[in-house]
């Protein structure tokens, strides 16, 4: 018995301990496996930060390869606008009955009525309680079938009245795509035609279609003259920021941290100017090669930009490029093999010294002196307006309108004037205001040596009259609807305008003076406008010309979303009021 339990006591031990020997090897194993683990996790989080930074470098070098080839990329681009192609077919929702709501079906008797009774149960007065209980499912069944009859019809009334929004939502489309098909209509008619709005029209939207890289603000203004065929061109430049500041991103693995390289001041600035100068090339050239039918013989361009003084710490909007070309000159250039700073020495551009350092030049025409007649305008030009304030502002270029979606941007003004506490304000000549309306007064309370007359033409979206009775002068003194009424007889002085009776085909208001002598003196001319219901209601313009003119466009009263403004002009006409009437499309035979 004792040699026994001895050899159960040793195997007892044995097990043990080869329970602990494999409990150790277990537990080297798992640790082992932890530690590889661990490992493997270390090594997989590594590549993978790795491969964000590469990614994070990969955009990089795409964000400088995208502004090192502004103009490159254009360059294998027709330019051209086939406007046939912003005519879209019209695409309609289908109506969906389940908007309305479901309902449920009918109930039926069979559903309510109890079961009958068997044999037993009517031995012992079944046949009694099954009756009670069959009126009662009968009234239960009636009140179901009533509540299902107030569902129907109010699913009715939400099936027509979903059905209604829905032909409502159908027939708002297809006026928006059936207007849409007429603006783009009319100003193909009118581009074909040669008129400058359409000319004026047609190039901003060459200009809105050019794709440009993140940053870019893609902002203009353009003023057309048809009788030198000259463009002004005003363009919004990216700031210095569009470059980046970093070279490159490195990781480094014993901080787990991603480290930007920095870009040397001297990168920043020579590839700044390198998109600067290409960015100036590239409009002119969008320009000129979408222009297939010459209406545009030269360009002038200034350049802006829109930054913060970094002496100073105020908005400053210098200009950094300005340049005068005719198109012989321009498209006679190999633009792919040309380097752009030295493009433009060749073009005799005026380019600043350090763009990066907002270093300015002198633009070659100052937009708001020149003709904007025919004009147009994007939002984002410097700076926004504050409301109400005065704004130097362009007359509307034709808005196509694609069905279901929003308007083309809205312009927005270049230079913001102070709001003007008091209620009279002198306007210079490009100037802008509001108008509150709807009754306005106009007169001429300055008048040449000679009396002067006002005039007043009535123009449509095509800057023409649509027949002789849109010219209200002195032997037409009221307009057919009555909204315009000229005062002071044979040689009226003012006039009463309203604008709320003008009609829906009435874009704009060109306000005349004229005088029967020749050599009447135009810097002797003001005009007054009165808008009793503006904060400023008092306006005066006394243009700054001293030529002498037989007949001078004072201003122009235009519709610009869904508002009426007022801009001052001051543009004489040689030949007098008749050489302007014809000008506008009034018979003066």
């Not at 027939?171 to 000319?199: C, F, K, N, S, Y």
């Not at 709807?438 to 979206?461: F, K, R």
Request: net charge negative.
């Amino acid at each position: 018995m004792q040699r026994e339990a001895e050899r159960a006591r040793a195997v007892r031990e044995r097990d043990a301990a080869r329970r602990a020997r494999e409990a150790q090897r277990s537990q080297a194993a798992r640790a082992r496996e932890r530690v590889a683990d661990q490992k493997e996790r270390a090594r997989l989080y590594a590549l993978a930060r790795a491969e964000e930074v590469a990614g994070d470098n990969a955009e990089l070098e795409a964000e400088v390869a995208a502004l090192e080839g502004v103009l490159a990329s254009t360059l294998d681009i027709d330019d051209f606008l086939d406007l046939e192609t912003l005519k879209r077919p019209l695409v309609l929702p289908q109506f969906d009955p389940s908007v309305a709501g479901v309902v449920r079906p009918a109930p039926r008797l069979e559903e309510f009525l109890p079961d009958a009774p068997s044999g037993l149960g009517r031995a012992f007065g079944g046949a009694a309680r099954h009756q009670e209980r069959v009126q009662q499912a009968q009234a239960a069944f009636e009140r179901a079938a009533a509540a299902h009859q107030v569902q129907v019809q109010a699913h009715g009334r939400d099936f027509e009245a979903a059905r209604r929004r829905h032909d409502a939502e159908v027939a708002r489309l297809a006026v928006e795509h059936r207007e849409q098909i007429e603006q783009v209509t009319d100003l193909q008619r009118g581009l074909a035609a040669g008129l400058p709005d359409a000319v004026v029209g047609y190039l901003d939207l060459v200009l809105e279609a050019a794709a440009y890289p993140d940053g870019f603000p893609h902002a203009w203004r353009l003023a057309y003259s048809p009788e030198t065929r000259q463009l002004v061109v005003e363009y919004e430049l990216p700031a210095r920021e569009v470059v980046p500041v970093a070279k490159a991103y490195r990781y480094i693995k014993s901080s787990d941290t991603v480290t930007p390289v920095a870009r040397s001041q001297a990168q920043i600035r020579a590839l700044y100017s390198s998109v600067v100068a290409q960015t100036v090339l590239r409009v002119v050239h969008e320009v000129l090669e979408s222009d297939r039918a010459g209406r545009v013989a030269s360009v002038v361009l200034n350049a802006h930009v829109t930054a913060t003084d970094p002496g100073t710490g105020r908005p400053v909007r210098p200009c950094l490029v300005a340049l005068g070309t005719t198109r012989s000159r321009f498209m006679e250039l190999d633009l792919r093999r040309v380097d752009p700073a030295a493009c433009l020495r060749h073009l005799e551009a005026r380019v600043s010294r350090d763009p990066a350092a907002l270093v300015p030049v002198e633009t070659m025409v100052r937009f708001d002196s020149i003709d904007l007649r025919f004009s147009s305008e994007t939002e984002q030009v410097g700076q926004p307006a504050t409301a109400g304030s005065a704004v130097n502002d362009s007359a509307p270029a034709p808005t196509l309108v694609t069905p279901g979606s929003d308007e083309r941007r809205p312009a927005v003004p270049v230079r913001p004037e102070p709001l003007n506490p008091s209620a009279e304000q002198d306007l210079s000549a490009g100037q802008n205001v509001v108008l509150t309306g709807p009754v306005i007064d106009v007169s001429l309370p300055e008048a040449w040596t000679s009396p002067a007359d006002l005039s007043v033409l009535m123009l449509g979206p095509d800057g023409r009259v649509a027949g002789d009775d849109n010219f209200i002068f002195f032997n037409n003194p009221t307009a057919a609807d009555g909204a315009i009424g000229l005062r002071g007889g044979d040689n009226p002085d003012g006039a009463t305008i309203d604008l709320s009776l003008l009609p829906e085909h009435c874009e704009r208001l060109v306000l005349v003076a004229s005088g029967a002598d020749p050599t009447v003196d135009v810097a002797r001319t003001a005009l007054l406008i009165l808008d009793p219901a503006a904060e400023r209601s008092q306006l005066t313009f006394r243009p700054t010309d001293t030529t002498v003119m037989p007949a001078l466009i004072c201003a122009e009263i235009y519709r610009r979303h869904g508002s009426w403004r007022l801009r001052a002009v001051g543009q004489g006409y040689g030949d007098g009021l008749a050489g302007l009437a014809r000008d506008y499309g009034v018979n003066v035979n």
